[in-house]
Every structure is written in C-alpha cells, then in structure tokens.
Nanobody, 122 residues
C-alpha cells in the first residue's frame, strides 16, 4: 500500500512563505510525475505544479515566479516552496504521485495525499 503524507501547511501573512512536503511511503519501485494541486471549498481541483523524475517542472500561470517545485527521488518526496503568498493562494493543497509502480513490471497507479490547508491572511 502506497501512502502520500503531506506536511508544511498553515497560516501565514501575505508576502510570507511556506514550504510543503509530500513523502510517498510503502513499497515503491518508481514514481513518474509528482505534483501539487489545490482546491477551494466547492471548487474543482486545479494544477499548481508538476515535476518529472528528471526535474522538468511545469507551473500554473498564477504561481510562476513565486512557487518552486522540487523532488528527491531517493526519498520519494516532492516539495513546494511558496513565496510571496497572497490571500488568493488560500486553498487546500494536495500532493499527487502519478505512475507509481511497486515492482518493475507492475501496473502504474496514481495516488493522492489527504491535503494540507494553506491560509494566507491579508
């Protein structure tokens, strides 16, 4: 069983920074794309950033230049450094691991974390 456990959310003032972490645990052979998504209450989940195993990153326009995604493949962990936060960044942030294999020849599955609240006060 693979689990994604997020940490690092919380309350911060506008202009501040937070760093989210998401560690995948369990029997893992490889993970393809890892990423962060966010959702406001009653809204659809939206992409924040994704990163491939070789470090190629993709960002939503709304966070470019402020957020940085990174990953540690040896630790099966993905990070999201969030700078210059604004109240519009207030969401529940979810970690995603896509194409997770528990063996070399096994099937690929996708997993989500439980979400971590980020609240930015004005």
């Amino acid at each position: 069983q693979v689990r994604l456990v997020e940490s690092g959310g919380g309350l911060v003032q506008a202009g501040g920074s937070l760093r989210l972490s998401c560690a995948a645990s369990g029997t893992i052979f490889s993970i393809n794309v890892m990423g962060w998504y966010r959702r406001a209450l009653g809204k659809q989940r939206e992409l924040v950033a994704t990163i491939t195993p070789n470090g190629s990153a993709n960002y939503a326009d709304s966070v470019k230049g402020r957020f940085t995604i990174s990953r540690d493949n040896a630790k099966n962990t993905v990070y999201l450094q969030m700078n210059s936060l604004t109240p519009e960044d207030t969401f529940v942030y979810y970690c995603n691991a896509e194409g997770v294999k528990t063996t070399r020849w096994g099937i690929s599955l996708n997993y989500w974390g439980q979400g971590t609240q980020v609240t930015v006060s004005s």
